[in-house]
C-alpha cells in the first residue's frame, strides 16, 4: 500500500499518544492512541497501522487495526484487511470481502446526496390509486 501523492506520512515505528489534528490529508502506519481530527481531509489506516483512536474525518480508508468510533461526513471504505472494532456514523459506508467490523453503523444523508424528485407515499388524493399499472394483453 503506498500513500496517496501529497499526503503526509506517519510511518511503521511512529508512535503517537494525544489528539492528532489538521487540514491535510494523512496516511498512518504506526500506532496512534487518542483523537484523529480532520473535518475537511482523507485519513489511510495503512496495514501496519494500530490506532486507538476516536475518529472525526471527512473520509476513511481502513487497511488495518481501529479500536475506536469513526464520524465521517463522507465516505468510510473498509479494505480486505481491515479490523474494526468501533460504531461508524458516516454518509457512506463500502466494505471489502473479509474486512472485518464489530459495531454499530449509522448512515446520515449528506447535503450532497441528491433528493428523490417523486414523492415516496402517494398523495392523499392518489391513496386510492395503484402504485405501478401492469400492461394490458
Not at 22 to 42: C, M
Not at 86 to 93: K, P, Q, S, T, Y
Not at 125 to 132: H, R, T, Y
Amino acid at each position: 500500500m503506498k500513500p496517496a501523492e501529497g499526503s503526509t506520512v506517519i510511518g511503521k515505528s511512529v508512535v503517537i499518544r494525544g489528539e492528532l489534528s489538521g487540514n491535510e490529508d494523512l496516511y498512518i502506519d504506526g500506532d496512534i492512541e487518542g483523537t484523529v481530527t480532520l473535518p475537511e481531509s482523507r485519513l489511510t489506516i495503512g496495514p501496519n497501522a494500530r490506532v486507538r483512536a476516536d475518529l472525526s474525518v471527512r473520509d476513511v480508508i481502513i487497511f488495518g487495526h481501529l479500536t475506536g468510533n469513526v464520524q465521517a461526513t463522507g465516505r468510510v471504505d473498509l479494505r480486505q484487511s481491515a479490523l474494526v472494532k468501533g460504531d461508524i456514523l458516516a454518509g457512506r459506508l463500502s466494505i471489502e470481502e473479509s474486512a472485518v467490523l464489530t459495531g454499530r453503523v449509522e448512515l446520515k444523508v449528506t447535503a450532497e446526496t441528491p433528493k428523490a424528485s417523486a414523492p415516496a407515499v402517494p398523495a392523499p388524493d392518489e391513496a386510492g390509486a395503484p402504485l405501478f399499472s401492469q400492461p394490458k394483453a
